[in-house]
Structure formats: structure tokens, C-alpha cells
Nanobody
Framework: QVQLVESGGSLVQPGGSLRLSCVAS????????INWFRQPPGKEREWAAT????????AYADSVKGRFTISRDNSKNTVYLQMNSLRPEDTAVYSC?????????WGQGTQVTVSS
């Protein structure tokens, strides 16, 4: 079955960096775009970044553009989210997702807390 497992979340100081990982299984990973979403405490989930399957084209929400970088390693069935210059407002549960045959699959999420 389709599985997405995130890791790498942690407590980090403002201005710091983290790299999140999303390991996929149960589907032909290289054929699908992968997204990162985040849900800040008490708020709605919001889209953060996407990487395509075709040519690794990337897209970012304005709130993370220039600070976050999404990448993928198809040999490891893994998508990464490199997060730099972190701010307190980046605090959220970060989840990866994939749309397969019109169904959305999600991981369980990983907590990122940016605080001094």
C-alpha cells in the first residue's frame, strides 16, 4: 500500500536550518509529483512546495520562497525539504503528500518548532 513517512522535524532557533525527509513506498515514486504542506498550530493546513515528476520542476508558496528548497532522489524514493533562515512563523506540522489516481495520500507529519 502507499506509504509516506516524514522525518527530520525538531526544535530549532530562529535563523537556523533543518532538512525534512519524506520516504515513499507502495507506488512508482518517480512517476509522481510530491508536495509538502504544513499546518501551524490553530490554523488551516497550507501548501508549501511541490516538485514535479517530469523534470524536477519546483514551486513554492510565497511565504517560503527563497528560504526553502524541495528536491528528490528517485533512487531512494525520497523527497527532501531544506529549510533555511527559519522563523517562528514556520512552526508547524509538516506533511508530504502525493496524488495517485485522483486520490491524495498523506504522511503522518513531523513537528517543526522554531523558538529561542
Amino acid at each position: 500500500q502507499v506509504q509516506l513517512v516524514e522525518s527530520g522535524g525538531s526544535l530549532v532557533q530562529p535563523g537556523g536550518s533543518l532538512r525534512l525527509s519524506c520516504v515513499a513506498s507502495g507506488f512508482l515514486f518517480s512517476n509522481y509529483a510530491i508536495n509538502w504542506f504544513r499546518q501551524p498550530p490553530g490554523k488551516e493546513r497550507e501548501w508549501a512546495a511541490t516538485i514535479s515528476s517530469v523534470d524536477d520542476t519546483t514551486a513554492y508558496a510565497d511565504s517560503v520562497k527563497g528560504r526553502f528548497t524541495i528536491s528528490r532522489d528517485n533512487s531512494k524514493n525520497t523527497v527532501y525539504l531544506q529549510m533555511n533562515s527559519l522563523r517562528p512563523e514556520d512552526t508547524a506540522v509538516y506533511s508530504c503528500s502525493a496524488r495517485i489516481n485522483r486520490l491524495d495520500f498523506w504522511g503522518q507529519g513531523t513537528q517543526v518548532t522554531v523558538s529561542s
